[in-house]
């Protein structure tokens, strides 16, 4: 439950967060989750051009997942201690300066390091989503948030394509330059643009870090919504990385008939304001059982598509994002909701669980295609949306709406 004094800072700030600065907010999240995503399809220009082995190379996108998950545990939840906007543009200028070293680094170790850093310095995405939803009015958070989170998917799907095009036409050191100017003029603007805020809750670091586990046992709505999205970007995250594989050994798209494949799949990305519009009308149960229908069904065409072609991976990709995408913006919705002072660390928890999800999906995609092809991957991927409505039916649906 919301305090008086958070509600009232709230409302103060809500006036501020005008339609320009939604787009703003939106178009920064995606540019700042993309840095999480440019190297993933091109290590294999980045290992023989720093003189990696192939186990090196792969260390590339790992060091940078542990970074970002480190980074959501240990510096997100300062967001509910430290003033927002400079903890925000502290963390953009560490990636700034990460991504420019890793377009000018040679040596291996060096660039494994700078991998690291750009994962961890990321999570100031993590830091603009709650300041957002401090802003915003409680009538339209669920609508504010949606419209931000579809700039962060859209910056999760594009930033692979848009990586490997650009790698095929200016090398890879380009790519890390250009995000490095990219992330400059977003966090300039941003500085410019949004307003401050200073979070009321005092408190040590270590009492902020030792809060989190107090937040996760008595909010069972954190919970139930944490395992639900988790599962669903799991699949979402398996069905992205397999099917570039697919689409290649199977129909032998190029490289930039897969970036198409991406963007049409990015329609998915619409669902985001529709969620939140159906949260704040008081939806979010009957929502969240469409999200989690729609995220099993969406891989019915999948294990078929051999009749149906491409077409049928198009649709699959279309309604799968659809269906995380608004998942996730109705979790996001009522964690909010929960306890004000505490959204920087609710985030923090909500996007872990997600990020674990994430990555697990991701580590099961080659070894799936490679002992059971699509059709195994796509038998899993259906399996995890599955488990999360189950769970939903029978144990969670109480917990599917926090009271705001």
């Keep these: 439950m919301s305090t008086p004094s958070s509600t009232a800072d709230d409302k103060k700030h809500a006036v501020k967060l005008t339609q320009g600065l939604i787009a703003l907010f939106a178009f920064s999240c995606g540019a700042i989750v993309a840095n999480l995503y440019y190297a993933q399809p091109i290590t294999e220009l980045i290992g023989p051009s720093l003189h990696m082995s192939a186990g090196s190379a792969s260390l590339i996108v790992a060091l940078t997942q542990i970074g970002y998950a480190l980074g959501l545990f240990f510096i997100v939840p300062l967001g509910d201690l430290l003033e927002n906007r400079k903890l925000m543009v502290t963390t953009a200028l560490v990636s700034i300066a990460s991504l420019g070293a890793a377009s000018l680094a040679h040596a ?127 699949s979402f995250s398996l069905f992205w990385t397999a099917v570039p594989i697919e689409l290649t050994r199977h129909y032998g798209l190029s490289q930039s008939a897969i970036a198409l494949f991406a963007l049409v799949g990015a329609i998915g990305a619409t669902s985001a304001p529709v969620a939140g519009r159906l949260a704040d009308a008081g939806h979010s149960v009957r929502a969240t059982f469409i999200a989690l229908v729609a995220g099993a069904l969406s891989f019915a065409p999948a294990l078929i598509h051999p009749a149906f072609g491409v077409y049928g991976l198009v649709v699959t990709g279309i309604v799968l994002d659809f269906a995380v995408q608004m998942n996730m913006v109705l979790g996001q919705r009522e964690i909010y909701g929960l306890h004000a002072p505490s959204r920087g660390r609710l985030n923090a928890l909500y996007m872990t669980s997600i990020f674990v999800g994430g990555a697990i999906g991701s580590a099961l995609a080659s070894t799936l295609y490679e002992h059971g092809g699509w059709t195994l991957v796509a038998s899993v991927a259906l399996a995890f949306p599955l488990i999360s409505f189950v769970h939903f039916l029978l144990i969670g649906r109480p917990h599917a709406h926090g009271k705001a």
């Design 108 to 234: 291996p170790g060096m660039f494994l390091a700078l991998s690291f850093l750009i994962g961890f310095s990321s999570v100031a995405v993590q830091i603009l989503i709650p300041l957002a939803a401090h802003l915003a009015p409680d009538h339209a958070r669920g609508r504010i948030v949606g419209t931000i989170m579809s700039g962060l998917l859209l910056g999760i799907l594009l930033a692979r394509p848009l990586s490997s095009l650009v790698a095929d036409h200016f090398g890879w050191r380009f790519v890390f330059a250009a995000a490095a100017v990219l992330m400059a003029l977003v966090t300039s603007i941003l500085a410019l643009t949004i307003p401050p805020r200073q979070p009321e809750h005092k408190a040590t670091y270590a009492e902020l870090i030792g809060s989190l586990l107090h937040l996760v046992r008595t909010m069972p709505v954190l919970r139930h919504r944490a395992l639900y999205q988790g599962l669903m970007f799991g």
